[in-house]
């Protein structure tokens, strides 16, 4: 697997940022937002930053080239989008790329760290937390770091429990349960004693 990744984090590319604009111009309102928002037009970074906006639900301002009543619709229109970063990117992949492209394993991806992806060690401590708890297993790691993943002989689908963990109401012996009662050990056969006529 490829990965195609903005080279620095969206906002540095950002046509609004690094002083271009006023801190504020982007949260007017009213017909103030049409005139701020024509500075979005041509932002080699839109699709990220409306990603980024639309998935933490930035409530005030023009983001990625709509106001906050246009997203706020946009949202209402499509409850069922878990991810409009993962949606873009997908789009993207499907428009940008060739099919042999595609077939040859390259995606495309923003590169959000310290936005939706969290900085790296905030993510890999989360990731981490969810493997040690056996919510995800190694390949489902890999698979949000875009690393290919391990074969099963590798242990790449397997799911850790912690030891000590029970499962309320598990079976003894059952994976989570307690462990099966073992079978009580044979008592130890009786010293043998010599009398004193055998010593004799
Ligand atoms: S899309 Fe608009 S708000 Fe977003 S970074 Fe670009 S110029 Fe700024």
């Given at each position: 697997m490829t990965t195609l990744v903005?080279?620095?984090?969206?906002?540095?590319?950002?046509?609004?940022?690094?002083g271009k604009l006023a801190p504020d111009a982007l949260f007017?309102?009213?017909?103030?937002?049409?005139?701020?928002?024509?500075?979005?037009?041509?932002?080699?970074?839109?699709?990220?930053?409306?990603?980024?906006?639309?998935?933490?639900?930035?409530?005030?301002?023009?983001?990625?080239?709509?106001?906050?009543?246009?997203?706020?619709a946009l949202l209402r229109r499509h409850p069922q989008v878990p991810s409009w970063r993962k949606m873009f990117e997908a789009a993207m992949e499907k428009d940008f790329l060739t099919l042999a492209e595609r077939k040859s394993g390259i995606i495309l991806r923003f590169n959000l760290d310290a936005a939706l992806r969290?900085?790296?060690?905030?993510?890999?401590?989360?990731?981490?937390?969810?493997r040690r708890n056996g919510i995800i297993n190694g390949?489902?790691?890999?698979?949000?770091?875009?690393?290919?993943?391990?074969?099963?002989?590798?242990?790449?689908?397997?799911?850790w429990v912690e030891s000590g963990v029970t499962v309320v109401g598990a079976e003894p012996g059952t994976p989570g349960g307690p462990p099966a009662p073992q079978p009580p050990k044979p008592a130890p056969a009786p010293a043998k004693v010599k009398t004193c006529e055998q010593w004799m």
């Amino acid at each position: 697997m490829t990965t195609l990744v903005q080279d620095a984090h969206w906002t540095a590319l950002a046509a609004c940022g690094a002083g271009k604009l006023a801190p504020d111009a982007l949260f007017v309102e009213g017909a103030a937002q049409r005139e701020a928002r024509a500075v979005c037009t041509a932002c080699p970074v839109r699709l990220a930053c409306l990603a980024d906006a639309l998935d933490n639900r930035m409530d005030f301002g023009v983001w990625g080239g709509m106001t906050e009543r246009e997203r706020r619709a946009l949202l209402r229109r499509h409850p069922q989008v878990p991810s409009w970063r993962k949606m873009f990117e997908a789009a993207m992949e499907k428009d940008f790329l060739t099919l042999a492209e595609r077939k040859s394993g390259i995606i495309l991806r923003f590169n959000l760290d310290a936005a939706l992806r969290g900085d790296f060690k905030s993510r890999q401590d989360g990731l981490a937390i969810q493997r040690r708890n056996g919510i995800i297993n190694g390949n489902e790691w890999r698979e949000r770091e875009n690393m290919n993943p391990l074969s099963e002989e590798d242990g790449g689908e397997d799911y850790w429990v912690e030891s000590g963990v029970t499962v309320v109401g598990a079976e003894p012996g059952t994976p989570g349960g307690p462990p099966a009662p073992q079978p009580p050990k044979p008592a130890p056969a009786p010293a043998k004693v010599k009398t004193c006529e055998q010593w004799m």
